[in-house]
């Protein structure tokens, strides 16, 4: 394949139109420091990248954590839409290891497991305990306790055990009850997370397969085998390509160490106080979480945040940038301190209205992100942070 073919595909993978500006794509390696460039090529083993002074900067598999097409500030994440309605009811499942599929339901389920079509893949049994939930009509109706819910299109909610999804749902609660799928809004179960698989692509439909490793000498060829989990541990049902044209879908992210990365929007939040002359502050904003779980988070002005971090945090990554940056008033120091440790330290003006670091932590003692008013006091000091990460230690490693 010639380099101008590559270019047009990866083109087509970042979703960039002909007169569109040329997309951007982060890698993160192994010590979680970001490249970004236009994506040249992608196979197996390693991914090109062209930066923005036209170096080409090769990253082998070994040395990568994840991939990801940049998206335009200001986009939404993409919504998942159900498949078009066929003969079978269509919905969003979301699996236990953090996948999320595009699938009909099929009547004909064994027992203790769903039977799925899943779009451009195929069908899949899996097991009702490896099911988080099966969205079908409109939003879902969380499960809490020790009881898995079933919310109906009337809006009516049953609470019990889900003892089986097919042409009916079965739900042991004081009464049996078997309510035909067409009736079904969500399914919600209380089932525990599981470790995710070795890799995560991340489409452009909103669809997360689970893989074990990926095939292929170039994007158009790209693909690999898609892994549920199964109590022997995985259970591979069909390919996904990293450009499927007759599905519409095309690969924006890859995860290729899964089970070391935790999104900083998703830590546990513990304290949120003012800095400066400000007497209150909001909470920070989490945005939805979008491509590979990650969310922008966004405080209000001069501020201090702090996360707990896992127990085997190893080090953050992430963008500090201004939320108002042409404004004249904008002008704040951001910090990221760990007690009394500053770790890293920018301003932020006009002049440098971002920034990236990359921080080695103790996973023993919290993070924090604080916000200081410049010269010009707190006004248009509101700062974004994107792409933040937390790195874990590699199995094995933690004492």
Do not use: K
Not at 142 to 150: C, K, L, N, P, Y
Not at 260 to 270: I, K, N, Q, T
Not at 349 to 362: D, K, L, R
């Amino acid at each position: 394949m010639s380099l101008t073919t590559v270019m047009l595909v990866s083109g087509l993978a970042g979703a960039a139109q002909p007169n569109s500006p040329v997309s951007t794509w982060i890698a993160w390696n192994a010590r979680l420091e970001p490249v970004s460039g236009q994506l040249v090529s992608i196979n197996a083993d390693s991914v090109r990248l062209r930066d923005e002074r036209g170096r080409t900067v090769d990253l082998r598999r070994a040395d990568l954590v994840a991939l990801m097409l940049e998206p335009h500030r200001g986009t939404e994440p993409p919504e998942v839409e159900p498949l078009s309605p066929g003969q079978n009811r269509a919905g969003i499942v979301w699996l236990v290891d953090g996948q999320r599929w595009r699938a009909e339901v099929l009547p004909d389920s064994p027992q203790g497991e769903v039977a799925l079509l899943v779009g451009g893949v195929g069908r899949v049994d899996v097991a009702l305990d490896v099911i988080a939930s099966i969205i079908l009509d409109g939003a879902a109706t969380e499960a809490t306790g020790s009881s898995d819910r079933v919310r109906l299109s009337n809006a009516d909610v049953i609470e019990g055990t889900v003892l089986g999804i097919g042409s009916q749902v079965e739900i042991e609660s004081d009464t049996d009850v078997r309510a035909p799928i067409e009736s079904v809004a969500s399914v919600q179960l209380v089932n525990p997370p599981l470790p995710p698989a070795s890799m995560r692509l991340w489409m452009s439909d909103g669809s997360v397969f689970a893989a074990q490793a990926l095939i292929g000498d170039d994007l158009s060829a790209l693909r690999c085998e898609a892994v549920a989990p199964d109590p022997d541990g995985w259970r591979a049902f069909g390919q996904v390509r990293a450009v499927d044209a007759a599905f519409g879908r095309s690969l924006q992210g890859v995860e290729y160490a899964p089970h070391r990365l935790v999104p900083l929007g998703s830590l546990e939040l513990l304290s949120s106080r003012p800095e400066g002359e400000r007497r209150w502050a909001p909470p920070p904003h989490i945005r939805a979480p979008g491509l590979l779980g990650l969310s922008d988070i966004e405080l209000s002005g001069p501020m201090l945040v702090e996360w707990q971090l896992p127990r085997r945090g190893q080090r953050v990554s992430g963008t500090a940038a201004l939320v108002h940056p042409d404004s004249p008033w904008a002008d704040c120091v951001v910090r990221i301190e760990q007690g009394v440790r500053v770790l890293w330290e920018q301003r932020l003006n006009a002049g440098t209205p971002s920034a990236s670091f990359v921080v080695e932590i103790e996973a023993s003692a919290p993070i924090g992100v604080r916000v200081l008013p410049g010269e010009r006091g707190p006004v248009h000091d509101a700062v974004r942070i994107e792409r933040g990460w937390v790195l874990l230690e590699p199995p094995g490693e933690s004492g």
